[in-house]
């Protein structure tokens, strides 16, 4: 869909303020009840701003920051129940119907199946992503699910990634995205998932050749990005020998093969023959001959160090505040991590109370990503989501894809990554068409395989401008304002969904 020359005309003249108002707008809400749903949430949907307003500020912040303590919506939980392979953990999704023994090639047959199989379960992991984050009302913890999932990436396209990317959501991230970043850590770095897509589960302590010839040893790959970008940081002080020793520290962690019993749902499985048992030296401290139990003093070190402290804290107050958090945000919640031993509430709770974040320089001054600009359309216009495709869709368009960031740092959350024409553009298609009400969400797949291909169309109607403003506490410029009160009723949603405003969060 392109968008019309007259809202590229109207938006442009929003930017200039050359559009002036054929009545006056109505009183905006308090900007700090904005502010605090726009960063615990991905947006406000109908009737949020009033409910904040009544229960307040600080009251809100403490009911996101214990989700367990809100109850779901039945509809939402319903759609989920339906959503078969979400729950199923990745020996379960691994094996799902293996008829051939180990060491046997599957038939033409058995890879179709296979093939078939890996695109339901994927379909399923990106439907829920997107049922929950739309219409959940654990807001923070779908916001945290979308902030941990990027620093722990690993990527659907890899092999048998697409399995149980999923189930690494599931049992990996969404348990502990309030919790102790140490537990986050140990349970990413087990699932098979990660083990996979950094190639830690090739990484052994000897050099054999394999049956092929090859010589398969020490990996560093995961050794490397563990430190890198999920603990200490580029800049955390550690150096190639901590690297060649964390790998070794992490030889013989994997995942099992069919017939291996595991001790735990994950399928993670330690192989103590291709483990070093020798004592290691890792970041100045001595890590004694051992088995798996080396590694998880690893992860003790790493979770405990003021460099990761100092790195999770950046990137939280990156993302929560501004682009460029100020240095003092960050020394404060550096601190905050230290002294609650990594407790990511915590984190969270004294970075919602501080100076920074209620800063006026910082309201509204988040471009939002692709993931969060379409949530949070669809929140707003209050539709019942029964059909994902055209969010997922649109995050292709827009190169961010659900579960597919090649890379293992995961989709950036800064404006100089999203902020360009072309995907203005796309963003206005897609405000265009669900603000004329042309965007089947409502309409409910009949076959699920063939996702909105085969729908029981749901009437169009577009959606009510007025209605919108209110959802949103009518937060919006005076130049933005204007351009919308001498419009055409039929374009104000648009132009609403569209506006530097709703750009940003």
């Known amino acids: ?3 019309k020359p007259k809202y590229w005309v109207l938006l442009l003249l929003i930017l200039l303020g050359g559009i002036y108002p054929s009545n006056a707008a109505s009183t905006p809400v308090d900007p700090k009840v904005l502010h605090i749903i726009n960063r615990l949430s991905f947006g406000p949907a109908p009737g949020d701003v009033q ?33 078969d392979t979400l729950h199923l953990n990745p020996v379960e999704l691994s094996e799902h119907g293996t008829t051939h023994l180990p060491g046997q090639k599957p038939s033409l047959k058995e890879r179709k199946a296979a093939n078939k199989w890996a695109k339901q379960v994927l379909d399923q992991a990106v ?17 945290m699910v979308d902030f941990w999932y990027n620093h722990f990436n690993v990527d659907a396209a890899k092999g048998r990634v697409s399995l149980w990317v999923g189930a ?59 430190m890198e970008l999920h603990t200490l940081g580029v800049d955390g002080g550690y150096a190639q ?29 330690f192989n103590p023959k291709r483990h070093d048992f020798s004592d290691k030296v890792f970041l100045g401290q001595t890590i004694k001959s051992g088995g798996e139990a080396q590694g998880e003093e690893a992860l003790d070190i790493l979770a405990r160090s003021p460099a990761t402290a100092r790195h999770i804290s950046y990137q939280i107050a990156e993302y929560f505040v501004s682009d460029h958090p100020p240095t003092s945000l960050v020394n404060n919640l550096t601190q905050r991590y230290l002294a609650t031993d990594g407790n990511i509430r915590e984190v969270l709770n004294t970075l919602f109370h501080s100076r920074e974040f209620w800063d006026t320089k910082n309201l509204n001054a988040k471009f939002k990503t692709p993931l969060q600009y379409a949530i949070s359309a669809v929140r707003a216009t209050g539709m019942e989501v029964n059909n994902t495709r055209p969010i997922s869709n649109l995050l292709q368009q827009l190169a961010m894809p659900l579960y597919r960031c090649q ?54 109607i577009p959606i009510d401008a007025s209605q919108l403003t209110n959802t949103l506490g009518n937060s919006f410029s005076v130049k933005t304002q204007k351009a919308i009160a001498s419009s055409s009723p039929q374009i104000r949603s648009v132009l609403i969904l569209g506006s530097p405003e709703f750009m940003r969060r």
């Open 51 to 83: 409910r904040v307003e009544s229960m307040g500020v600080e009251k809100y912040i403490q009911e996101q920051l214990s989700p367990d303590s809100i109850p779901e919506p039945q509809s939402l939980s319903s759609q989920l129940n339906q959503l």
């Open 1 to 3: 869909m392109i968008v």
């Open 127 to 143: 439907q829920a992503r997107l049922l929950e984050a739309t219409s959940s009302k654990r807001q923070l913890q779908e916001v």
């Open 168 to 226: 690494y959501e599931q049992q990996a991230i969404r348990p502990y995205a309030l919790g102790r970043f140490r537990d986050l850590l140990g349970a990413t770095a087990h699932h098979p998932a990660m083990q996979y897509y950094l190639d830690n589960f090739q990484n052994r302590a000897d050099s054999h050749p394999d049956a092929q010839g090859n010589v398969r040893g020490l990996n560093e790959n995961y050794a490397r990005e563990l």
């Open 241 to 269: 020998q901590d690297v060649i020793a964390l790998a070794r520290i992490l030889s013989g962690w994997g995942f099992s093969r069919p017939g291996q019993q595991t001790d735990n749902n994950f399928g993670f499985y």
């Open 407 to 460: 890379t293992p740092d995961g989709y950036k959350n800064t404006a100089d990554v999203w902020l360009n024409p072309d995907a203005m553009n796309r963003r206005l298609s897609f405000a265009t068409a669900i603000a004329n009400g042309n965007l089947p969400l409502s309409s409910i797949p009949t076959n699920m395989e063939q996702g909105d291909r085969t729908l029981q169309k749901s009437p169009s």
